[in-house]
């Protein structure tokens, strides 16, 4: 197996791995629960916006110092949205117990 096709494998997975945890994340938003798991939901979304309109903002202020077209693709966003939700997530659980 060559190497071009190892890394092809490699970011297979990746994407598979990406486009699960943003399902995943969907899923769990319209999940109910009990208060100390919507607690948990709450605190991870807010943390979630906050990053993501962060990331959004420099990509702005990137773009008006470049003097250029804003080049932002939806997958990346949306990925990293549901990597920033799941770890918060994981922590919340961790400190607030579930």
């Avoid at 919507?38 to 773009?63: R, Y």
């Avoid at 949205?81 to 607030?96: D, H, N």
Wanted: net charge positive; no cysteine.
């Amino acid at each position: 197996m060559s190497t071009t096709a190892a890394l092809l494998a490699v970011f297979g997975v990746f994407l598979l791995a990406l486009i699960i945890l943003d399902i995943a994340m969907i899923v769990s938003l319209v999940r109910t629960g009990d208060e100390r798991r919507q607690l948990m939901v709450w605190k991870a979304s807010t943390l979630t916006l906050a990053a993501v309109m962060g990331s959004l903002i420099l990509h702005i202020v990137e773009s008006i110092i470049k003097v250029e077209a804003m080049a932002v693709n939806p997958f990346i966003i949306l990925s990293v949205g549901a990597m920033t939700y799941f770890l918060s997530l994981l922590y919340y659980k961790k400190r607030y117990g579930d």
